[in-house]
């Protein structure tokens, strides 16, 4: 239980600090942590659950962008100041590291290795935002055209009328 509260609290300060310094608006400071956290929990918890590395990276980028997308329309804010600063704990930047280091060393398999581990999960990265942008697309599309039908019945409506 511990554990999971430190896991909690140091990818929220990572997702808020990132968003101190990448300047959003101070109202915006607490949702970017909390989108960060829930990112990073959920790919903490998978890989509790031995899940690999690429499949926690993918559910925690669907997290991310999913409590932006929530963030960005409780707080009227563009989704990227959420979706960025929630990323950070997610970036594989000490695998790329241990690639480019590796590869300086002479350790060519392990820095291949590395780098294609990287790859791996800045994919999944990708596509876990890229997933949650096509959904919520197609939840504002289905919305919208649930509006415009109720409109045109109502209108239909009046027009039976006398």
């Keep these: 239980m511990f554990n999971l509260l430190v896991q909690f609290s140091f990818s929220f300060l990572a997702s808020s600090a990132?968003?101190?310094?990448?300047?959003?608006?101070?109202?915006?400071?607490?949702?970017?942590?909390?989108?960060?956290?829930?990112?990073?929990?959920?790919?903490?918890?998978?890989?509790q659950f031995g899940a690999n590395v690429a499949l926690g990276s993918l559910l925690g980028a669907l997290s991310v962008a999913s409590v932006s997308f929530i963030c960005s329309r409780v707080l009227k804010l563009p989704v990227t100041i959420f979706n960025i600063p929630g990323?950070?704990?997610?970036?594989?930047?000490?695998?790329?590291?241990?690639?480019?280091?590796?590869?300086v060393i002479g350790n060519y398999q392990i820095a291949i290795d590395s780098a294609v581990q990287a790859v791996m999960?800045?994919?999944?990265?990708?596509?876990?935002?890229?997933?949650?942008?096509?959904?919520?697309?197609?939840?504002?599309?289905?919305?919208?055209?649930?509006?415009?039908?109720?409109?045109?019945?109502?209108?239909?409506?009046?027009?039976?009328?006398?």
Excluded at 88 to 97: D, T
């Design 87 to 103: 990323m950070v704990p997610l970036v594989p930047g000490g695998l790329a590291y241990q690639a480019v280091r590796n590869l």
């Design 121 to 162: 999960i800045a994919g999944a990265i990708a596509l876990g935002l890229v997933l949650s942008e096509v959904f919520n697309h197609n939840i504002r599309n289905f919305r919208e055209k649930r509006e415009i039908v109720g409109l045109i019945r109502k209108k239909e409506e009046n027009g039976k009328q006398p």
């Design 18 to 47: 990132y968003a101190i310094i990448t300047n959003v608006p101070r109202r915006s400071l607490i949702a970017c942590g909390l989108s960060g956290a829930s990112g990073w929990m959920l790919y903490w918890i998978a890989l």
